[in-house]
């Protein structure tokens, strides 16, 4: 892959930030898998989820199996926090540029894997629902919390906020190659 072709092309994304991490830096734990159960609505829901994502322990294993981890970060700004669907209007913006990225990998050769925002909502109802296999799961990208990711560790790793608090939402993939 060529490193410097692919950074020429991150900067030309509306990125607040990307970053080049060892997988083995990243934190797992269970406890994320806690809260997913105890809170998420999306739960048992869709292959994108806990427990179709499998258990922690085979989503580290997963994640460990790649080099390198690419992560990227957007922000949208001026949002009323307080609006959960203003809020989550500013996920779909963030799963395209995510979308572009990965094909960036692609072109450079890699194969990506990829974990991006919430839950997948690519079809009205996801075959989890009925026992049948993701239809797409070359597009599909699991959270980064269903794998027991500890984002805020890396983050604070490298010298940024979780939360902008205020007016900003952030959002952050994983793109494993
Ligand atoms: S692509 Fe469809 S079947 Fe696969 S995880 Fe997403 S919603 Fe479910």
Same mark, same amino acid.
């Given at each position: 892959?060529?490193? @410097?072709?692919? &950074? ?8 607040? @930030?990307?970053?080049?991490? /060892? ?15 105890? &809170?998420? $609505? ?8 806990? $427990? ?27 949002? /009323? ?21 990965? /094909? ?7 194969? $990506? ?8 909502? =690519? ?9 049948? $296999? ?14 027991? =990711?500890?984002?805020? /560790? ?24």
């Amino acid at each position: 892959m060529d490193q @410097t072709r692919l &950074e020429e092309k991150l900067a030309e994304l509306p990125l607040y @930030t990307y970053f080049f991490i /060892d997988p083995r830096e990243l934190t797992f734990s269970t406890r994320v898998r806690t809260v997913c159960r105890q &809170e998420c $609505p999306m739960y048992g829901k869709t292959w994108a989820c806990p $427990p179709g994502v499998g258990s922690v322990e085979e989503c580290r294993e997963k994640c460990l199996n790649y080099r390198r981890c690419l992560v990227i970060g957007t922000a949208a700004e001026e949002v /009323d926090i307080t609006d959960l669907e203003a809020t989550l209007a500013t996920r779909e913006p963030h799963e395209k540029i995510t979308n572009r990225v990965r /094909d960036l990998l692609r072109e450079e050769g890699e194969a $990506p894997y990829v974990l991006s925002t919430e839950s997948c909502a =690519i079809c009205s109802r996801c075959a989890y629902l009925d026992g049948l $296999p993701c239809r797409m799961p070359g597009k599909m990208h699991p959270c980064v919390e269903s794998h027991g =990711i500890v984002l805020t /560790d890396t983050l604070e790793k490298a010298g940024l906020p979780f939360q902008y608090g205020g007016d900003v939402v952030t959002w952050y993939s994983l793109l494993f190659y």
